[in-house]
């Protein structure tokens, strides 16, 4: 079975860039998840999609990050414009629904630099 | 608010060793315990959780209602056990989202 996709694997910008990651979830995993992973932290719910659908967001800075899982499979995770302080692993991680929910899967995550 | 706590950023142990990871943990309600793994190179990964109650590559965690703990053991480390532990804790109504400690890198000295 294929596992979570994600890509980039790395990205440097510069502060006040934008930059865009992508993320294929397992087939037929309904639940898709963003998360943040500061150096020397444990990750942080970003937002949360069932299916097509935006279940939990309320960590998301709304101001500069987006996200979005137009067709309830792949999705889009972007910062416009960036800061210093968004360097951190992104991670995706998807999950089966109902009690299967339990277990998130993970991607490799995008090591994103803000220099 | 839910909370993990990881009181140990880095654990040392010789190989044959006991090995424990501690996990604090602060909800209101009945939650449901995890611990990741992430060996070098790797995704994060589900080690085990509470509800199964089975031993996964020789480790064990009970959950410890009184203390809030899910402490994370196994009786004789390994050289492959070495890898970045992350205690999660889930909620059991609402949005149900994971919330993880800041993680114990455990080394195991051959």
């Known amino acids: 079975e294929a596992g979570v996709a994600q890509s980039p694997r790395y990205k440097i910008i510069e502060k006040r860039q934008s930059v865009a990651f992508w993320c294929n979830p397992i087939?037929?995993?309904?639940?898709l998840y963003w998360y943040q992973q500061i150096l020397g932290q444990g990750p942080k719910l970003l937002i949360q999609?069932?299916?097509?659908?935006?279940?939990?967001d309320s960590q998301l800075p709304k101001d500069r990050f987006s996200a979005e899982r137009l067709k309830g499979v792949d999705s889009t995770l972007k910062i416009q414009p960036a800061k210093l302080e968004d360097s951190a692993v992104y991670l995706c991680?998807?999950?089966?629904?109902?009690?299967?929910?339990?277990?998130?899967?993970f991607g490799a995550g995008t090591r994103l630099s803000v220099l | 608010a839910q909370r993990v706590t990881q009181p140990e950023k880095l654990l040392s142990v010789f190989k044959g060793a006991p090995v424990e990871l501690k996990c604090n943990y602060s909800?209101?309600?009945?939650?449901?315990l995890f611990w990741y793994v992430q060996y070098s190179r790797q995704r994060l990964q589900l080690l085990l959780r509470?509800?199964s109650r089975e031993s996964i590559k020789g480790f064990t965690a009970d959950l410890n209602k009184g203390e809030t703990s899910f402490h994370l053991k196994k009786p004789f480390a390994q050289e492959e056990d070495s890898a970045m532990y992350y205690c999660?804790?889930?909620?059991?109504?609402?949005?149900?989202?994971?919330?993880f400690g800041t993680g114990t890198r455990l080394t195991i000295i051959p």
């Open positions: 991680a998807s999950s089966l629904e109902g009690a299967a929910k339990n277990i998130q899967y």
């Open positions: 087939s037929g995993h309904a639940t």
């Open positions: 999609f069932q299916n097509n659908g935006v279940v939990d």
């Open positions: 909800y209101s309600g009945s939650p449901e």
């Open positions: 509470h509800i």
């Open positions: 999660a804790l889930r909620a059991n109504f609402g949005n149900e989202k994971l919330t």
